[in-house]
């Protein structure tokens, strides 16, 4: 495995960490406050980092089924990020997440850990076939 690509794996895992603590603080308060929106920030940071990195060190260029599901999970989160600022800056930091958003956050933040393993998996799978 190529030194840009085991970067990117160790950046991803701890934007995993990032994401993981977000999520569960908007669960837990149901509130989009200004610790919440650093652990998205930081994390959708990290995993914009962990990308550049795997597609510099993929020997298979990027448009492969790890990379377009990677991409999806990384659109989706961003998405969510960019939901939660505008919803903490028109609502306020004390105001209750609404359901929607709340649905979102947990199908991105799903979604985001489906290919996370999925990542995994694909490129463990890969290396048994070398």
């Known amino acids: 495995m190529k030194t840009a690509s085991i970067t990117g794996s160790i950046i991803v895992t701890i934007a995993l960490v990032f994401y993981s603590i977000g999520f569960a603080k908007e669960r837990r308060v149901k509130l989009v406050n200004s610790s ?19 597609i510099i060190g993929s020997s298979k260029g990027f ?53 996370y393993i999925t990542g995994g998996l694909l490129v463990a799978a890969s290396k048994m076939n070398s």
């Open 36 to 54: 919440i929106l650093l652990f998205y920030t930081i994390g959708i940071s990290l995993d914009i980092t962990a990308t550049i990195f795997m």
């Open 63 to 115: 448009l492969t089924i790890h990379g377009l599901i990677g991409y999806s999970s990384l659109l989706g989160m961003l998405t969510d990020t960019f939901l939660l600022w505008r919803y903490n800056i028109k609502s306020g930091p004390e105001k209750e997440i609404n359901n929607h958003l709340h649905l979102y956050s947990r199908i991105a933040y799903t979604w985001w850990i489906i290919a």
